[in-house]
């Protein structure tokens, strides 16, 4: 299975794409949210040949969800009526927790991030990977195949 996982922000979308049966999730950059988002992400899509979304969906240090996790899924709303508007196809979206995964695309970078390093997405990139691996490790892929199969 091909999938595209985003690491939704305000200001950029963080992409990041795997196929399941190299298991490894690549940073693919980042889409500015100027009003072309939806856009972009529906052409990564295609051009990835995708079948599922992975959205990270944030949380706060007590597990609980917040405005941001509202905006991600009001987003995801968005992004999934566009899919069927303009793509004129059913959008698959898996949510998976992103708790701390900003902070961690940071760290991997160590002293080395600078704001370039951030206004051109790369931390964000990298999130959106971290959350893509953590579903791909902690997911029954194959009955998810099966799930989506069975829903088209």
């Known amino acids: 299975m091909r999938i595209l996982a985003l690491d939704i922000g305000v200001k950029r979308i963080g992409i990041a794409f795997a196929d399941t049966k190299v298991r490894i999730a690549i940073p693919r950059g980042m889409i500015p949210v100027d009003g072309e988002e ?3 992400i529906a052409k990564n ?24 996790t509202q905006y991600v899924r009001d987003f995801i709303q968005k992004l999934q009526a566009y899919f069927a508007e303009q793509e004129k196809t059913r959008l698959f979206v898996h949510f998976q927790d992103e708790s701390l995964t900003s902070v961690v695309a940071e760290t991997r970078f160590g002293n080395n991030i600078s704001r370039t390093d951030r206004a ?33």
């Open 120 to 152: 051109t997405g790369k931390v964000d990139a990298e999130a959106a990977a971290i959350i893509l691996q953590d579903f791909i490790e902690t997911t029954n892929i194959e009955q998810l195949e099966e799930e989506i199969n069975g829903a088209k």
């Open 38 to 40: 939806l856009a972009a």
């Open 45 to 68: 899509y295609r051009l990835e040949k995708a079948e599922l979304i992975v959205a990270g969906l944030p949380r706060n240090n007590q597990g609980e969800e917040t405005q941001q």
